[in-house]
């Protein structure tokens, strides 16, 4: 068996660029199933007005602003976070506008563009992230927030269940009392490919998250699973299904 891909090795192979296109996301591909899932989970959960407030984290936001869009009608405050620094500079690139930056316009659509610029002013700054320290952001110390999203990070970051929730306390540590933890992410797998480099995956369950969350002192509020539909492009990532789930912090684990 391979070895879990590290963050040292994300830091050394992992190309956002070949990621954004290699996905080609807005074309009809197998990253659209994953990104349609994923925007009507994150649409519907902001939307309904149940989570606001001031700041809201995202962990682990590597080289995409999709899952950010809805978020920015509810938080003036936004922070996107990456282990990579190749991810934090494609993400400091788009906040510019510089030439180069990757076109979400295939992806967000006429009805998504107000919200692109919306959250353009909304992100106020990019960081590193380690989920694996007590405090992610270090050597940044921010106030408790209000909310915390995170897509498809956990996984790839935790080589094991231990690990796994060993991570969860450390992102309930930047999370208020009664604030929100919004994982959107997939569901037994265990790598998927970045042009020709494959990356490991944490095969989750369901049974192994709700477990997990509670253990942290999160309290779901919303668990939704969607089997996989694509039945071609296995050789590029072996999930069976994709999950999104919001939980509210009830407790210090």
Known sequence: MAAFTGGDVYQAEFDPKAYLEY??????????????FALRGFCETFASGQLKGDTLIDIGSGPTIHQLLSACESFENIIAS????????????????????FDWTPVVKDQWLEKEAKLRRAVKQVLKCDVHRSNPLDPVTLPRVDCLVSKECLE?????????????????ALLKLGGHLVLSGVLGCSFYMVGPHQFSSLVLTEEFLREALSTSGFAIVK???????????????????????????????
Do not use: I
Not at 82 to 101: I, T, V
């Open 223 to 253: 668990f939704q699973t969607e089997p996989r539909r694509a039945q071609t492009m296995f050789e590029v990532c072996d999930f069976s299904g994709k999950y999104f789930l919001v939980a509210r912090k009830e407790k210090e684990p």
């Open 156 to 172: 790839a970051a935790c080589k094991d269940h231990h690990s796994y929730r060993a991570a969860l306390n450390n992102l309930s």
């Open 23 to 36: 996905f080609r996301f807005g074309e009809g591909t197998l990253g659209d199933e994953d990104l349609e």
């Open 82 to 101: 990456d282990y990579a620094d190749q991810n934090c500079q494609e993400m400091e690139r788009w906040l510019k506008n510089e030439p180069g930056a």
